[in-house]
């Protein structure tokens, strides 16, 4: 009996020994160990810590998403996205015009101010246009000047009040030449102009003409004619409020003068100065400088000036 008791509390002692002596658990059992190979190594354990909570902790500092650019709203009318750049269309010739002093004034037959004597004759002018080659007129107040006051087409766009010896009134611009028997003096008007004197069946009615500056008048325009080139172009002024004198045009040697032909233009024969500035003066003294007209034939251009009323 005693022996049995005794084998019991033997085996009872070595039991609790080993106990005694087995390892125990980590010191943190909420931590858990990872091991990554760097370069195809192991790398030492590396210790991650983590939360009892099932929701992850809030890291001390949210990095800032950038923000994305806006959508470009797009122009209704140019399909664009607004705020882009794109490339500005080429502009077309911008004209300039400018007053540019004066010179000195320099008149033909006609003088201004003074009053001649003559005779007004009627003709059918179908639709204004003339020796002067303005092309057909807005209205059909126009006349024709005797060849010997048109002064190779000097006369041409000039306004002149026309006085009848009942006293009747009219004014006409002259886009026209009346060759002889048109004597100095005489004016060929419009049937139109020439009824608002007196009855077309008078024929011929003494007159008193005068040079007129009208004083409503918009710019002037400047037209190359057809066939003009950079090797030869003639140049036209129109509806000017004053007689033209002289008109101009820029070279490499500075301004040159163009000769006036009987059809109402300035030619540049040799080309010298087609298509540059151009320089026009009444016969006032005026002068007026116009930039930027293209090399256009048959195009009237209008510029920005006009010759002051006197």
Sequence with gaps: MWSTTAVMAAAG???CLVVALRPGPPADAGAATTVAPVNGTEAAPTTTPTTSSATPARASHTP?????????????TTG???????????????????????????????QPHTPYKGVATAYKAA??????????????????MNTTDYESSRACG??????????????????????????PGQLDLSEQAFAKLADLKVGRLPVTWSLLSPGTLGPLSI????????????????????????LEVRTAQGWRQLPRT????FLATDGSGCGSSIRITDIYGERLTVDGIALRPDVAQPTRVQFAPR
Excluded at 64 to 76: D, E, G, H, I, L
């Design 158 to 183: 000039a306004y002149v009040r026309v006085r009848a010896s009942n006293g009747a009134s009219i004014t006409v611009r002259i886009t026209n030449e009346c060759p002889l028997p048109c004597a």
């Design 262 to 265: 009987e059809y109402n233009y």
């Design 80 to 110: 664009t996205a607004a705020g882009t750049t794109t490339a500005a269309p080429k502009p077309s010739p911008t004209v300039r015009s400018r007053t540019t002093g004066r010179a000195a004034p320099r008149t033909g037959r006609i």
């Design 13 to 15: 002692a070595l039991i």
């Design 223 to 246: 037209r190359y004619k057809t066939g003009s080139n950079p090797h030869w172009c003639g140049i036209q002024v129109i509806d000017h409020r004053n007689p033209v004198d002289r």
């Design 127 to 144: 639709d204004g246009n003339g020796a002067c080659l303005f092309g057909p007129s807005d209205d059909l107040m126009v006349a024709a």
């Design 64 to 76: 800032t998403t950038p923000a994305s650019p806006p959508t470009p709203t797009r122009n209704p």
